[in-house]
């Protein structure tokens, strides 16, 4: 029989408890079932990464002892998860004799009034931690304890610690029109979508169009976009929206420049400045070949400059002072990041690179925002007017009455030279970046680069870091899609210096991490999605359910065996849509480009006959589902190329038989685009996140004119259930 689980021997091993006992997975089952253990060296080293030593064997039984005493030496867990309207309890560790005491001081500061009870706790036995015998007692949480972040405060004897209590709802309620139906939207990468207004790449106020034409001209009720995470203040600009430099706040490249309030006070020299900037990247929003992100912020940049330098009147600058008292500390982290970038140069891996010399209490740090105050402040304003803008396209999209808006796109994780990382190391794991094992697709495993947030300081911190994140998202969205939602359960953590092979998984507090979702939300009225594709265990796939998140079905992946299932037999709770931004659109994928680019960009790990001949196979089994469903014509499949737009639209109709709560059709779909947004296995071998938005023959489709497009209004007709 094949082993599936560890032996008892294995198990009795120090270091495989070690591992256990602070969360980090000793084994795993891949992707077509096999059972793979974890080498001891790896899990040494990511044991290192979470600050536990496992060197050696006295060094692992020595970290076993404290780790057992660490049980036992607070109070209460420094964060704990409460389901409102349900009674919970919390185990205090107290010596023997002792009765705990507590009160809960609310989110508003107010203290809760109905007392916080003491019972006698689950009879474990007494723990002997140096001197003293620890017992338990639990403390009865009310059911009625309201929405929110609080703050427990216990005290036993002398001895009194606070605790964040998360107070969340068991789940994210569905919105109304999705309890007995499904709402219909569009995807864009919406950087790729230019106006005859743009700067060469699509912005803020392109957004804004069209959030509005896609409701007043095609009924959609929310439209997906790339993750607007921050990124550099300075050219070379990051293609990948997937690698930030901060998850807290806002890429403020999307800045449109003549829609800053203070643009329309400015003089008619600084007007005729900024006018005479625009015209130099005018010509790039005809460009149907490449986004060409650096010529648009080499021009934006200093419009912006002078847009600031002008000043503001005095309510304008009540705001401004207003948004940095709110955002804090994060927002001087990543404002001296910019500056640092600015004056001393792309950070790198180097030794003596400034985010490797440097950090946020270096005397060279004070001094350089001492001697550039005001470019300082100018880092902050951008922040604050692309915070202003994303939240006027979201406030568009609510007037225009939509039924969710914009959806916003959380990526994994942040650039390991970016601001987060350099202001706030502590907040991650040294030594250990995120990916994931080998699979199907890529049998060597992935390697994202990304630096693990580290669960011990989350739990430390009542997961304020990642409270803020999600906050802020659902600031300016009515939906948010979690990239690599199995993320909240365990990461693939990677030892620096390893292979992606030779990793670990690392698991989280999933309900702490679901019950702040599930509590932003509630506050928004909102939606959560977590891309759940790849290998996702039972217990994943049943606890985000459970939670109220969406997961996603892809028609495409919709298949065992090289059998498609039908859409009837889709899961519910899912946002569903036939492709994704990492296969080329539907009209490519039909012709195959899939294969010719991994072929050109020698990806393929086998012959490229017998990738095509794999390619055709599910290409032709796909398409006879569609065919015996009724969702196409089977004599279309005599001639393909002649009814494109009659698959492609098929392919949709079957969406709308599927029980999903969420449809979504891609406006690359819409138009006929046949190139794929990003190729996954390269970096600049392929413009990953820089093809512009055009139609099948290859001109650029602008947003005046996107949503009346022919086409477009007939894919919509089929997502409203006219066709």
């Known amino acids: 029989m094949e082993q599936r689980e560890e032996t008892k021997e294995r198990l009795s091993r120090p270091l495989i408890q070690l591992a256990k006992m ?20 790896v899990l040494v080293d990511v044991l290192r990464s979470l600050g536990v030593d496992a060197s050696n064997n006295e060094a692992i039984l020595d970290s076993l002892r404290k780790a057992d005493a660490e049980r036992y030496s607070r109070l209460v867990p420094a964060t704990l998860l409460h389901i409102a309207g349900q009674e919970s309890k919390v185990k205090v560790n107290n010596e023997v004799f002792d009765v705990p005491s507590a009160k809960l ?6 203290e809760y009034s109905e007392p916080i009870k003491c019972v006698a706790g689950d009879g474990a036995m007494a723990k002997a931690i140096g001197d003293k015998f620890i017992v338990n007692s639990a403390l009865v949480i009310p059911a009625g304890v309201p929405l929110g972040y609080h703050k427990l405060i216990v005290t036993v004897g002398n001895r009194t610690e606070e605790a964040t209590l998360i107070s969340a709802p068991a789940k994210i309620d569905l919105l109304d029109p999705m309890k007995n139906g499904h709402l219909w939207g569009w995807m864009a990468q919406f950087y790729s979508v230019r106006s005859q207004d743009s700067w060469g790449v699509g912005d803020f106020a392109d957004l804004k169009t069209m959030l509005r034409d896609a409701k007043e001209k095609t009924g959609a009720d929310f439209m997906l976009i790339n993750p607007v995470h921050a990124g550099e203040p300075c050219t070379p600009l990051t293609p990948s929206p997937y690698l930030p430099i901060s998850r807290r706040f806002v890429n403020f490249t999307y800045i449109n420049p003549q829609s800053v309030p203070e643009y329309s006070e400015l003089s008619d020299e600084a007007k005729s400045e900024i006018d005479r900037l625009h015209e130099t990247v005018g010509a790039l929003n005809e460009n149907a070949e490449k986004i060409d992100r650096d010529a648009m912020w080499n021009a934006k940049m200093p419009a912006l400059w002078t847009i600031f330098k002008a000043g503001r009147t005095p309510e304008r600058q009540k705001e401004f ?20 970038y600015d004056k001393w140069g792309a950070p790198t891996g180097e030794p003596g690179s400034w985010v490797k010399t440097f950090n946020r209490n270096s005397p060279e740090v004070a001094q350089l925002r001492s001697q550039y105050p005001d470019t300082l402040d100018f880092y902050r304003w951008l922040e604050w007017i692309a915070d202003e803008q994303l939240a006027d396209a979201q406030q568009t999209a609510q007037d ?28 991650f794991a040294y ?27 989350l739990a430390a911190t009542g997961y304020k870091a990642y409270r803020d994140i999600v906050a802020g998202m659902f600031a300016h969205a009515g939906a948010v899609r979690i990239d690599h939602a199995i993320g909240l359960f365990r990461l693939w953590w990677i030892p620096e210096g390893r292979s992606a092979k030779k990793g670990a998984y690392v698991y989280y507090d999933s309900a702490v991490m679901l019950g702040i ?24 796939a049943h606890s985000l359910a459970e939670h109220g998140l969406l997961g996603c079905a892809i028609e495409w992946f919709e298949q065992r065996d090289g059998k498609f299932r039908r859409p009837q037999d889709w899961r519910p709770l899912t946002l569903a849509s036939v492709t994704t931004h990492d296969i080329p659109p539907t009209a490519g994928y039909l012709t195959y480009e899939h294969v010719k680019l991994r072929s050109q960009l020698h990806l393929l790990t086998g012959s490229e006959e017998e990738f095509m001949a794999d390619a055709k196979r599910e290409h032709d089994a796909l398409l006879s589902m ?36 969420l449809l979504c059709a891609t406006i690359t779909d819409g138009v006929g685009e046949k190139r794929t947004q990003n190729q996954p296995g390269t970096n600049n071998e392929y413009p990953n996140w820089r093809i512009p938005l055009a139609d099948g023959d290859g001109h650029v489709v602008g947003v005046e004119n996107l949503f009346s497009n022919e086409r477009v209004q007939s894919l919509a007709a089929v997502m409203r259930g006219e066709k």
């Open 22 to 41: 602070k969360g980090v997975a000793t084994f795993y089952v891949g992707q077509q079932g096999e059972y793979v253990e974890i080498d001891d060296d």
């Open 105 to 110: 001081i609310l989110e508003d500061g107010t």
């Open 321 to 340: 002072d207003a948004f940095k008292a709110q955002a804090g500390e994060d927002l001087e982290g990543y404002a001296t990041w910019c500056l640092a």
């Open 400 to 427: 225009a009455n939509m039924a969710i808006g914009l959806m916003s796109d959380m990526a994994v994780g942040v650039h390991p030279y970016g601001s987060d990382v350099w202001w706030n190391p502590e907040r």
């Open 431 to 457: 030594g250990a970046t995120v990916g994931a094992p080998p699979d199907f697709y890529n049998q060597q495993g992935q390697n994202w680069s990304q630096p693990p947030l580290n669960p011990n300081y």
């Open 517 to 540: 979702l599930a509590l932003e939300a509630t506050r928004a009225h909102g939606v959560v999605v977590g891309e759940d594709l790849g290998v996702v265990p039972e217990y994943m």
């Open 626 to 661: 569609l065919a015996d469903g009724g969702f196409i014509k089977r004599g279309w499949l005599n001639n393909e190329a002649e009814h494109e737009q009659d698959l492609i639209e098929g392919m949709h109709r079957a969406l709308c038989a599927a029980p999903s709560k």
